[in-house]
């Protein structure tokens, strides 16, 4: 079997050598350099702390991948809620994460305040801490994966930008090349490019912020806040902050953070620790979304496949997605059940639908 994936991120690029794996012959096409897109400007938390079975299982998954293959680096994840309506809902998530089997509990703002003494947690309702997650340096992600890509076989072009002329029939600068399958796993730019093959997908682009601080000497673990809506993780001795999404066009959009986010975001951390930080730089990204929020995985016409929507949890998921993409096309049971085959079916929708991709039901996008 040949098979072309078009996209050299994470999905993509565990994709290319699961699939090398299983005796594919596999080329991969990166229209810029691997990582260029999405992966490389994630933030690079990974956890398992879901309250669904189904989310819980893939990131069960890709956290024990990103172990094996020694990428993930152990920090708690911790999520807070700072409005008492919201504590109830903290409260079940926990039950059910814990009832999936997952490494989380319940923490007291007085607990956190003592394993984090530079955290503020007066006006904390509620919190869970997530013990088994972990961060990702994206670089090191791409570097190791790329590698691994490459000594199973799979044949990787950069600068390489292609189009589909058929659902399996590549567009090269050098020419036309047939396939068995294509994958196209290209983030926003996934949308344009099956459109070429005459498929239309619901998904729209988000733009996303995030800063990394000046060093300082503090631990802190990864921190959500859900109801202030804006996280941060520990990116060596210093913050990542992220946050400040709105809707985007992928095809005119800002790699600068805004102004106006790097002083809120630096204002967010500062309310919630005894911290006072500066910025050390900051930047933007795309990240892609869907109706109903979950991704679109799946053959989408004759042997055309795509995966992407990922909410801006693309890197987080691309070891167990990738290898379900692979799975799939190769016809071996996949390693999770058959209800992410129906969930993340990406023709449920049929590709019309306006939606909002931040998830406010009200807006028409």
Not at 22 to 39: C, I, K, M
Request: proline share 7%.
């Amino acid at each position: 079997m040949r098979v072309a994936v078009v996209g050299g991120g994470a999905v993509g690029l565990v994709a290319a050598a699961d699939l090398a794996e299983r005796d594919v012959d596999v080329t991969l096409y990166e229209r810029d350099e691997l990582g260029s897109g999405a992966t490389g400007r994630a933030a690079g938390i990974c956890y398992d702390a879901f309250a669904g079975e189904l989310d819980a299982a893939v990131a069960d998954r890709a956290l024990a991948r990103y172990r094996e293959w020694d990428l993930l680096e152990p920090c708690p994840y911790v999520w807070a809620a700072r409005e008492r309506g919201d504590e109830t809902a903290v409260r079940g998530q926990v039950a059910e994460m814990q009832s999936h089997g997952r490494a989380v509990e319940r923490i007291s703002p007085d607990e956190l305040g003592e394993r984090y003494p530079s955290l503020r947690t007066g006006g904390i309702e509620a919190a869970g801490i997530a013990t088994a997650a972990g961060l990702l340096d994206p670089d090191a992600v791409v570097a190791r994966l790329a590698d691994r890509a490459r000594q199973r076989g799979v044949t990787v072009e950069t600068n390489a930008p292609v189009s589909l002329v058929g659902p399996t029939a590549v567009e090269t600068p050098s020419g036309r090349r047939d396939f068995d399958a294509v994958v196209a796993a290209a983030g926003p730019a996934t949308k344009p490019l099956v459109a070429d093959a005459g498929v239309s997908l619901a998904l729209k682009a988000f733009r996303t912020q995030a800063l990394v601080t000046d060093p300082f000497e503090e631990t802190l673990p990864s921190f959500y806040d859900a109801t202030e809506e804006f996280y941060w993780r520990p990116r060596g001795d210093a913050l990542l902050v992220g946050g400040g999404a709105h809707a985007a066009d992928p095809t005119d959009w800002d790699a600068e953070a805004d102004p106006a986010f790097v002083e809120t975001a630096l204002g967010n951390v500062r309310s919630a620790t005894t911290l006072d930080p500066t910025p050390d730089r900051a930047w933007a990204g795309l990240c892609t979304a869907t109706p109903d929020r979950d991704p679109l995985v799946g053959r989408v016409a004759d042997g055309l496949w795509v995966a992407t929507g990922w909410q801006g949890h693309g890197l987080m998921r691309a070891p167990a997605m990738g290898e379900f993409v692979a799975e799939r096309i190769c016809g071996t049971s996949p390693r999770i059940d058959a209800p992410l085959s129906d969930r993340f079916d990406p023709t449920r929708f049929d590709g019309e639908e306006s939606f909002d991709p931040l998830g406010d039901p009200t807006a028409d996008w």
